[in-house]
Structures are given as structure tokens and as C-alpha cells.
């Protein structure tokens, strides 16, 4: 029963270009969140997608970044144009969606960006 | 403003003794409250929930209070061992908020034999 996947484990890029976070949710899970961990700092919530919707973006900054949860296929987080703040730790977690509030969120390695 | 505290600085504590980890918060009113733990290079890993109406849970070596009035979770692990060492997070779901988590900075636990 694999865990959830995130890929690539780490990424670098130079400033102004694109990067692509892919997260596989644990297998049966159908809701997906994004966190960012920046140096010395707690995970802060990022969005909160089911399949084919985004539920509450509300910890996006408002430009450059999207996510998405296609029917079939990972959760996809972009980040447009990168700057160098943009450098940190993206963790996905999923759940399974059926004890609302109350649902565990099962965490992946996490994707280490490094904006140059 | 809205806030959520664990202790800042790092706890070094002896084999054997008991970790206490303080959580607290201001300005919200949690659902539930949740402890994971993190090591390095790594995704957080869940431990323990607690709901705002219990005072107490507890699992193997791990108990966490629930103090809405102090808006306070305290967090202990007994007879600590060296591989308990790792930072320690505590986060926050709300009503109506969906599985939204709201995180602390943690706390790193260091256990030496």
C-alpha cells in the first residue's frame, strides 16, 4: 500500500522559470492539500482540491501559482515566473474524504524547490 | 491576532524521562487538534487527535490534553528514547473549514541516551 508519492524530490530552477510539482495521492484518497515549509518556518496550507475541484485556495498567493486534481492522474502544483522566496519545501497530504474534518492527512517526502 | 505557539527553543531531555511539548493558541476556536511528528528531509507523520470536547487522549507512550479554556495542548511522551528525537508539530482544523490544517513552528525534541 504505497504512501503518497511526490515527484521530483528535489527541483531547481532559475529565476523565471516554471515548476511543476506533481503529488499521487495514497491510493482510495480523494481529496489532496498543499503546504509550503519556507526555512525556519511551519507548514503553512496552500489549497485544498478533490478530484476536478479546488475547495478552498485560500493560502495561494494570488499570482503565479495554480493547482490542479484532474479526474485521472496527480495533483499538479505550478508556480509561474519563480523568484528566489519562491525557494522551499511543498508537501502534499491526502485523505480519504470520508470523515470530513475529522480525516487524517497522510503526508508525502515533500518536493525541495531551490529557485537560483 | 490569530496564533498558534509551541515552544521555540529546542528540548533536550534524558532516556527515560517524560517530553512535555506545550501548544497553544490564540484566537480560534479549533474542532480538533492534531500532533505529528517530522524528521528531517521528511513529510510530517501523524500521531495523535484530539477533539475539542475531550480532555485526554493517549496512544502506547504518547498522551495529549485538550484545555479549550487555557487554549493550551500539552503533549507527553514517557519513557522518551532516543529515536523519539524529532521536531513536533501541532495543528489545528476549525469548523467549516473543510481538512484545512493551521500549523505551528514545532518544537525539536532531542533524547539523549
Known amino acids: 500500500n504505497a504512501g503518497v508519492m511526490q515527484n521530483p524530490r528535489h527541483l531547481v530552477r532559475r529565476r523565471g522559470q516554471e515548476a511543476r510539482l506533481r503529488c499521487s495521492p495514497m491510493?482510495?484518497?480523494?481529496?489532496v492539500y498543499w503546504y509550503r515549509q519556507l526555512p525556519e518556518e511551519g507548514l503553512k496550507f496552500m489549497v485544498y482540491?478533490?478530484?476536478?475541484?479546488?475547495?478552498?485556495e485560500s493560502g495561494m498567493p494570488k499570482e503565479r501559482f495554480s493547482a490542479e486534481f484532474p479526474k485521472e492522474g496527480p495533483s499538479i502544483l505550478r508556480i509561474q515566473q519563480v523568484v528566489r522566496g519562491d525557494s522551499a519545501a511543498y508537501f502534499c497530504?491526502?485523505?480519504?474524504?470520508?470523515?470530513?474534518?475529522?480525516?487524517?492527512?497522510?503526508f508525502g517526502p515533500g518536493t525541495r524547490l531551490t529557485v537560483l | 491576532s490569530q496564533k498558534i505557539e509551541q515552544n521555540s527553543e529546542a528540548l533536550n531531555i534524558q532516556e527515560g524521562k517524560t517530553a512535555t511539548l506545550t501548544c497553544n493558541y490564540t484566537?480560534?476556536?479549533?474542532?480538533?487538534l492534531q500532533w505529528y511528528r517530522q524528521d528531517p528531509g521528511r513529510g510530517p507523520v501523524f500521531l495523535l487527535l484530539?477533539?475539542?470536547?475531550?480532555k485526554e487522549k493517549r496512544k502506547e507512550r504518547l498522551k495529549v490534553t485538550f484545555d479549550t479554556t487555557l487554549k493550551q495542548s500539552l503533549f507527553h511522551i514517557t519513557a522518551s528514547q532516543p529515536a523519539d528525537s524529532a521536531t513536533y508539530l501541532c495543528?489545528?482544523?476549525?469548523?467549516?473549514?473543510?481538512?484545512?490544517?493551521?500549523f505551528g513552528q514545532g518544537t525539536e525534541l532531542s533524547v539523549k541516551p
Open positions: 491510493k482510495g484518497h480523494s481529496h
Open positions: 482540491l478533490q478530484k476536478e475541484n479546488i475547495i478552498d
Open positions: 495543528a489545528l482544523s476549525l469548523y467549516n473549514q473543510g481538512g484545512k490544517l493551521i
Open positions: 497530504a491526502s485523505s480519504p474524504g470520508t470523515s470530513g474534518t475529522t480525516d487524517t492527512q497522510y
Open positions: 484530539i477533539r475539542e470536547n475531550e
Open positions: 484566537n480560534y476556536s479549533p474542532a480538533y
